[in-house]
């Protein structure tokens, strides 16, 4: 459980022993100089009293104003210190723990500074193919190291400036600045060519992604959505997905409209959709030390 920074407190005795010590000066000053001047008993303890009492409004003053500015420092100390620790819960709490990649609510507001910066973006959403064979067949811890290295896989292609988050479920999607979409198609493309690491095999990686370009584009540019908010282009690149999952999963589609029809203009997801095809299991493996077999 985390604890708020404690206070600092100026023990109490220091106060009494800082004026104390300047009455003591004043004193000893005071008689000193009575003394030397009159040379007379009562004018020395005079100007003692007289003196300490002077010293001892003094110091309590710059005690008082002491405090005050300790207690101002404290203050904002511990409020920045909890400032702090309501950041870091906050981005905790948005991410993801299995891949450490930021979730939904961290993508849609990167998909609202897509559109108020006025220029053009790219999106491809991930689909990880053949998750739920290798639940069955090897367990969901196997699962998740599988869905685990793709994520891995797919942070290597995520241009300078872009974004991978974990949607939800079996979805990840990446926001890039600019329009290069067959620079990012080719990207995901080697990112996730070779096999990865699951249950002690080598599996191949596989995923169904589609990639759509929103924002000002040339009329000539792939994937390019004619218009609409960046929810619509998470849309276009959804439903190029589908097409890809639909022809058999483990590929990379760019967006077309007359293939992959058009979403609705606020985004969401029509009712019925194209099912997921289940690719075949990956047959690759690999013993923990031992060149590659084949099942």
Same mark, same amino acid.
């Given at each position: /459980? ?18 104390? #010590? ?6 000893? @000053? ?10 007379? +008993?009562? *004018? ?10 002077? %010293? ?13 500015? $300790? ?8 409020? &920045? ?24 609510? #961290? ?10 910066? *006025? ?10 193919? =053949?998750?739920? &064979? ?28 872009? @974004? ?13 600045? *600019? ?30 992604? =589609? ?5 000002? +584009?040339?009329? &000539? %540019? ?8 960046? $929810?619509?282009?998470?849309? %276009?690149?959804?439903?190029? /997905? ?6 058999? *999963? =483990? ?14 203009? &606020? ?26 077999? +084949?099942?």
């Amino acid at each position: /459980m985390n604890r708020s920074p404690r206070q600092p407190r100026v023990p109490v005795y220091a106060d009494a022993l800082l004026v104390a #010590a300047a009455q003591a000066v004043a004193a000893v @000053c005071g008689g000193l100089l009575v003394l030397h001047r009159h040379s007379t +008993t009562v *004018g020395a303890a005079a100007a003692a009293v007289a003196g300490a009492a002077v %010293c001892a409004v003094a110091t309590l003053t710059v005690i008082a104003w002491y405090r005050r500015l $300790t207690t101002v420092a404290v203050r904002k100390a511990v409020h &920045d210190a909890v400032h702090d620790a309501v950041d870091s819960a906050v981005r905790e709490a948005e991410r993801d723990p299995l891949t450490r990649l930021p979730t939904r609510a #961290a993508l849609y507001r990167v998909l609202q500074r897509a559109d108020a910066s *006025g220029a053009p973006f790219t999106v491809a959403l991930v689909d990880v193919d =053949g998750l739920h &064979d290798v639940n069955l067949t090897w367990g969901h811890a196997a699962g998740d190291q599988y869905l685990a290295a793709i994520a891995d896989r797919l942070r290597a292609s995520v241009p300078v400036g872009g @974004c991978l988050v974990r949607q939800g479920g079996d979805e990840l999607t990446l926001v890039a600045p *600019g329009s290069d979409a067959t620079g990012l198609q080719a990207a995901i493309s080697a990112a996730l060519a070779d096999p990865g690491p699951v249950a002690g095999r080598l599996v191949p990686l596989r995923a169904s992604v =589609g990639v759509a370009v929103g924002g000002p +584009t040339q009329a &000539d %540019c792939p994937a390019a959505v004619a218009s609409g908010a960046a $929810t619509y282009v998470l849309a %276009c690149a959804d439903a190029a /997905m589908y097409s890809a999952k639909h022809a058999g *999963g =483990g590929q990379v589609l760019l967006y077309r409209a007359d293939r992959d029809g058009r979403p609705a203009l &606020d985004g969401t997801r029509p009712a019925i959709r194209r099912r997921d095809t289940r690719p075949h299991l990956p047959t690759i493996t690999t013993r923990a030390a031992g060149s590659p077999t +084949t099942r």
